[in-house]
């Protein structure tokens, strides 16, 4: 059986391999043998969408000796700054669950 962890929680990467797993050179790999991993706290709106979609999801933690963490979060924090536009969303996805859930 064969399996693909994907790892990003870039939306644009997230689009642009939904659509290759939806292609016909992507056969061997069926929604339940497809993970996306991504950051713990980043993307949640995105995880949502991958796990309504049927895709497994694999949140994860850093850790590690602060000489390594330190450059490695730095380069996560830099690659998040695309990701902040999407607050705003998130904010709007929070505001409708919340009215949703009240109502």
Known sequence: KDEILIASHNERTVIMSEEFLESPEARPFHKQNVTYAQLYGLADQI??????QGYKICKYVPFGEMEIMIPYLLRRANETKDML???HIQAQLIKHELRHRLH
């Open 85 to 87: 536009g999407s607050v």
């Open 47 to 52: 995880t949502h969408k991958l796990l309504n």
